[in-house]
Structures are given as structure tokens and as C-alpha cells.
């Protein structure tokens, strides 16, 4: 932790800061965009769940087919692939691991990369 203007800034490494005011608390959480960096997350947008594949022939399925493609995610408690934009930034869309139970997140990385493989002790560390 250290000391900052008139409160505490404590960072674990995992992109999760807390602010500590004297009078009051808030939580900021800072987002890693693969190309511009640390930024606050109100300069970002969710884009939902990552590596989904658009069917090649959309016209052929049944709307059935067509509604679980648009609407059924993963909705795992836990760690979680997603697409995020950084809106008020580049601009530019990229990947991340968070945890849904922390709002931590584990790696950002950018779109066309695989999905990277979380140690246990990240995916612990997350959880936290």
C-alpha cells in the first residue's frame, strides 16, 4: 500500500485498486487495455462472453438454432473469457479473463490471440 494525496492506494497485481478517502471509500477498478495500458474502467464497455463462432450459414438454421447462437451465454460464477471495449480510449476491442465472483481480472489480451492458459495460482488469486 501506499501513500497517496489524502488516501491509500493498494494494488495486488491482478488490476484491482482500492481507494481509501478519509471520509469516504470507493473502489476503482483499473482495466489493462493490451494497447493503451491501465485505465479506469468507466472507459470501458463489456462486449460479452469471447471466442464465439459465428455460424457460417445463418440463413439455414431453425430459429431455435438462431436464438441460442444470439442469446445463450456462459454464465459460469468464476473465471470467465470476454470481450471488452475500450471505448473512451483506442477504441479497439481485446480479450480478458476475469473472475465473476471479484470483478478481477486475470489477463487481458488482444483479439485474434488464443485464450491463454491460467495457472491455479491466478485463478486463486482472482478469487480473492
Not at 20 to 39: F, K, Q, T, V, W
Not at 44 to 64: C, K, V, W, Y
Request: include cysteine.
Amino acid at each position: 500500500m501506499s501513500p497517496h494525496a489524502s488516501g491509500i492506494i493498494a494494488d495486488n497485481g491482478t488490476g484491482f485498486h482500492i481507494w481509501s478517502a478519509p471520509r469516504s471509500e470507493c473502489i476503482m477498478l483499473l482495466i489493462r487495455c493490451p494497447y493503451c495500458g491501465e485505465r479506469a474502467e468507466v472507459e470501458f464497455s463489456n462486449g460479452g462472453e469471447a471466442h464465439i463462432d459465428r455460424p457460417q450459414d445463418p440463413m439455414s438454421l431453425t430459429d431455435e438454432e438462431w436464438a441460442q447462437f444470439l442469446y445463450m451465454r456462459d454464465n459460469p460464477k468464476g473465471l470467465i473469457a470476454e470481450r471488452w471495449r475500450h471505448a473512451h480510449g483506442c477504441n479497439r476491442f481485446f480479450n480478458a479473463i476475469r473472475d465473476t465472483r471479484t470483478d478481477r481480472f486475470v489477463v487481458t489480451y488482444e483479439i485474434g490471440q488464443p485464450r491463454p492458459e491460467v495457472t491455479p495460482e491466478q485463478a486463486a488469486e482472482a478469487a480473492r
